[in-house]
């Protein structure tokens, strides 16, 4: 049973920085791909960002790429999502989550995540 607790959230101003962090439990960690995804009031969760079991493969919404950095650091059991030039448009919460299956491609389906975290609240003024 995978476990995954995101942290790093906060209030910014337009053209900051943050950094997400999730740490991850119950799993072999360095077998299972891993997403980031959010959700704004009234909209769907959509995807952000996906790392490869191995981290030789990214993968990015247009809305972020360029901006945002998704990164992996198997000896902690941690996923990284790295957030510049944030825009008010990217205030969400942002939830990590890890893929069904070992040795996947990292998918931007949310049905291919098995585990989610709680999520944590990013907040971009303008």
């Known amino acids: 049973q995978g476990q995954l607790i995101e942290s790093g959230g906060g209030l910014v101003q337009a053209g900051g920085s943050l950094r997400l962090s999730c740490a991850a439990s119950?799993?072999?960690?360095?077998?299972?791909?891993m997403g980031w995804f959010r959700q704004a009031p009234g909209k769907e969760r959509e995807f952000v960002a996906s790392?490869?079991?191995?981290?030789?493969?990214?993968s990015y919404a247009d809305s972020v790429k360029g901006r945002f950095t998704i990164s992996r650091d198997d000896a902690k059991d941690t996923v990284y999502l790295q957030m510049n030039s944030l825009k008010p448009e990217d205030t969400a919460v942002y939830y990590c989550?890890?893929?069904?299956?070992?040795?996947?491609?990292?998918?931007?389906?949310?049905?291919?995540?098995?585990?989610w975290g709680q999520g944590t609240q990013v907040t971009v003024s303008a």
């Open positions: 119950g799993r072999t960690f360095r077998l299972f791909a």
């Open positions: 989550a890890q893929e069904r299956g070992a040795y996947g491609p990292g998918s931007s389906m949310k049905e291919s995540y098995a585990y």
């Open positions: 790392i490869t079991w191995h981290g030789g493969s990214t």
